[in-house]
């Protein structure tokens, strides 16, 4: 069964940090690109980061780059994102996703975790 | 950066209502579309992919068509279950993003 679990949520005050993991289990990891999103509370959908299956390509939304920073250890089935600089609204729920693309030739984030409060506030 | 509108951003109908809600990108994506529902307190969940194919163990009364700019989701028979918020993303071109999404409540 696949699984993806996210940790390392909390509460932080602005400019502090936190990282977040994201471990995968049920299929091999290493053959598929994965992403972060997050949704603000009572807001959609936002895109955040992309990281390709070996690490080689990332890419990042305008509003977290620079104080973002997604990174894998395929060795370990796990996904990070080393958020910086916190803002207060950088609060949401955070989820890791996997893109099924390159495997499959099929599109979308096919499996989701179940989400990571993040709250930032002073 | 490609960005997509949807419409309405939310909608109530009856049950055994047709549902349509449209997603327009600012920019040709060909196919490259895909649809999310999401309830309340859960995570997404992929019901159509590359713009009209329906995701396994998705019941059928879900369909998407489009291409280009242009995309529609459409629920033929709406059921109390399709309560919902509703999300059309684009993977055309990195960065992919989200629609702002589409409240459906029964009425």
């Known amino acids: 069964e696949v699984q993806l679990v996210e940790s390392g949520g909390g509460l932080v005050r602005p400019g502090g940090s936190l990282r977040l993991s994201c471990t995968a289990s049920?299929?091999?990891?290493?053959?598929?690109?994965m992403n972060w999103v997050r949704q603000a509370p009572g807001k959609g959908l936002e895109w955040i980061s992309y990281i390709s299956s070996t690490g080689g390509a990332i890419y990042y939304t305008g509003s977290v780059r620079g104080r973002f920073t997604i990174s894998r250890d395929n060795a370990k089935n796990s996904l990070y994102l080393q958020m910086n600089s916190l803002r207060v609204d950088d609060t949401a729920v955070y989820y890791c996703a996997r893109d099924r693309g390159v495997p499959t030739a099929k599109g979308g984030f096919d499996y989701w975790g179940q989400g990571i409060k993040v709250s930032v506030s002073s | 950066d490609i960005q997509l509108t949807q419409s309405p951003s939310s909608l109530s109908a009856s049950v055994g209502d047709r549902v349509t809600i449209t997603c327009q990108a600012s920019q040709d994506i060909s196919h490259f579309l895909n649809w999310y529902q999401q309830k309340q307190g859960q995570a997404p969940k992929l019901l159509i992919y590359d713009a009209s194919n329906l995701e396994t163990g998705v019941p059928s009364r879900f369909s998407g068509r489009g291409s280009g700019t242009d995309f529609t989701l459409t629920i033929s028979s709406l059921q109390p279950d399709d309560i919902a918020a509703y999300y059309c993303?684009?993977?055309?071109?990195?960065?992919?993003?989200f629609g702002q999404g589409t409240k459906l409540d029964i009425k």
């Open positions: 049920g299929f091999t990891f290493s053959l598929y690109e």
């Open positions: 993303q684009h993977f055309a071109i990195l960065p992919f993003s």
